[in-house]
């Protein structure tokens, strides 16, 4: 990881020239009379930072442990590419914290370029990090914790600000905010946002029209009131985003927007819960006011129990293609698409879509207008030749908690029925190259070849009820998953069994960790080496005799992913 981290921040502000002077700064043990130029003489206010004449190349180092109460760190002065003002830690233990108790951002920079943040604890303030006018910015592995307004704020003229591995929660609005400026956000942690009253966002960008924002590799847990990731503006100040690769949930309207006429949304790769608890229309994916987006192989879990709550919006003009994607409408009042206005010819094909009824009598899961209609009535009106209609089988069900619950089962028919997009990205939301069999694989995942080529079918009786998909894959990827053939519905109809233990079939996946503190949940015996044994019929176990399993473990849906070190078994 490190070496990715060092190539990123090579690309984004070229070589790094020799830092010119490293300054040390600790609350509980320095002073401001002392040169500040060494870890045994540090200065002690962030004042003292802050009417520094910094030069490019400059370190300011915060000691690891200490917390400035109610002190500000401002940032007048720039770097230049190739030499960036960094500002991160010393020592050893926690992140340093800058606790802005008062009304002002924890951190301020105006006018300000090639600046590195890293490694910094924000609590509380009006912003955690406040850049105003600035460019060629990093923030990266800090926390950003419960500011009153954003956790990262980057506004005024047009730039570029990268936040990378943080940690952003708890604000009283959005985490990141952009206006005119726009960001990179990758591989932070977005979530708990705390004001439900206001238009809360993850992601908010407001007129970002250049370059271009990349959200990538991010996990949005909410809830957030509004979107996962909102993108807004029109003319010229339109915002354009690309986004891929993240997994969203609890964002009670929307999973991603965009909206203003010129604005554009770029979203593959992406999987996307909306909650039950959603608002109206409580889309997964929307497009307003004559923008467009294009949405490809994304995985959309849409529970809202909203009567208008859609996996795909489109209102007022606006036009989203759609192609390889997962519509699961797993709330009786859900519906796959919900279009408010006539739009451009909606370009869609090849995406799977589960159930196909009539939720609440209202004539079927697709909406043009206020009129409902089944998947044949859409095709018919023209949309989606090559749709797929039939439960995709993901290992996680419904209950989406983690992104590898998004995989594919080993009989799901979203395999190898997508189309090449290859024209747009050739890689899954795990980095895997796509196809991995005969075609591209529906959804944000493609099912490789280390996940299960072994399934063990499971009776009642005679009557064949689920299958327990045992993985011969790496030991750092096993999975063992029990699902039922069913599809979605309130009521399941039995319960498989393994090794004479009665198992509750779920009408999702279910997971059982097979040796969590010990115990065998199928019956049998676990010993002190992680050796599960136990007897299996006949004719379940007849095609996998003989065959070495390698390293045994299971995801836990009640508890979560609780992995254990199992050795490889011959299976006899």
Same mark, same amino acid.
């Given at each position: ?9 090579? $690309? ?59 002190? +500000? ?120 946002? %705390? ?9 908010? $960008? ?52 965009? +909206? ?91 995406? %799977? ?163 969590? $503190? ?55």
């Amino acid at each position: 990881m490190r070496s990715v981290v060092v190539l990123f921040v090579l $690309l984004l502000y070229g070589p790094i020239a020799g830092a010119q002077t490293t300054y040390y700064v600790s609350e509980s043990v320095g002073s401001d009379v002392n040169p500040g130029t060494s870890p045994g003489a540090p200065w002690q206010t962030l004042s003292r930072v802050s009417a520094a004449a910094l030069s490019p190349g400059d370190q300011v180092l915060l000691k690891a442990g200490d917390t400035w109460l109610n002190d +500000q760190l401002v940032v007048t002065t720039s770097g230049v590419q190739g030499a960036p003002i960094r500002f991160a830690a010393f020592g050893v233990g926690p992140r340093p914290v800058i606790d802005q108790m008062a009304v002002l951002p924890a951190v301020r920079a105006s006018g300000a370029t090639d600046l590195i943040i890293d490694n910094i604890h924000t609590r509380n303030g009006r912003d955690g990090i406040a850049l105003s006018q600035c460019d060629r910015v990093m923030v990266s592995n800090c926390e950003i914790e419960a500011p009153s307004r954003y956790g990262v704020l980057g506004s005024g003229a047009p730039g570029l600000i990268t936040v990378e591995s943080c940690d952003i929660h708890h604000c009283g609005n959005d985490g990141i905010n952009a206006y005119i400026t726009a960001f990179v956000v990758r591989n932070c942690y977005i979530h708990d946002l %705390l004001n439900l009253a206001a238009n809360s966002d993850a992601i908010a $960008l407001h007129a970002s029209y250049s370059p271009v924002s990349q959200i990538y590799g991010n996990t949005l847990v909410g809830p957030f009131n509004k979107a996962g990731i909102s993108g807004a503006g029109a003319g010229a100040g339109a915002t354009r985003y690309v986004a891929h690769a993240n997994f969203v949930t609890g964002a009670r309207k929307y999973g991603f927007i965009v +909206q203003g006429l010129g604005s554009t949304g770029l979203v593959y790769n992406n999987i996307i819960v909306v909650p039950s608890f959603g608002m109206s229309p409580g889309a997964g994916l929307s497009a307003r006011e004559n923008a467009l987006m294009e949405a490809y192989n994304n995985t959309v879990i849409n529970l809202n129990t909203n009567v208008d709550g859609p996996s795909f919006h489109v209102a007022s003009g606006a036009d989203i293609t759609a192609r390889n994607n997962i519509s699961i409408c797993a709330s009786n009042e859900s519906l796959h698409w919900q279009t408010s206005s006539t739009p451009a010819p909606m370009r869609s094909d090849h995406n %799977l879509y589960w159930p196909d009824d009539d939720p609440l009598a209202l004539g079927g899961r697709f909406d043009l207008q206020g009129s409902t209609t089944t998947v044949t009535g859409w095709q018919a009106l023209g949309h989606d030749p090559n749709a797929v209609v039939g439960h995709p089988l993901l290992l996680g069900g419904t209950m989406l908690s983690r992104p590898d619950d998004a995989r594919l089962g080993v009989t799901s028919p979203a395999i190898s029925s997508g189309e090449d997009l290859s024209a747009h990205f050739v890689v899954d939301f795990a980095g895997t190259a796509r196809p991995v069999g005969l075609a591209w694989d529906i959804g944000a995942l493609e099912r490789s070849p280390s996940w299960g080529p072994f399934t063990l079918s499971i009776y009642q009786g005679a009557v064949l009820d689920a299958h327990l998909e045992v993985n011969n894959g790496p030991a750092s990827q096993p999975v063992v998953s029990f699902f039922s053939l069913d599809p979605l519905n309130t009521i399941s109809p039995g319960t498989g069994w393994l090794g004479g233990l009665h198992v509750p079939v779920a009408d999702a996946v279910v997971f059982y960790n097979l040796g969590v $503190l010990g115990v065998a949940p199928f019956g049998g015996v676990l010993d002190a080496t992680g050796h599960w044994s136990t007897l299996l019929p006949s004719a379940a176990i007849a095609g996998l005799s003989g065959l070495t399993l390698h390293g045994i473990t299971a995801y836990d849906s009640a508890t979560g992913p609780v992995f254990t070190s199992v050795t490889s078994r011959l299976v006899q």
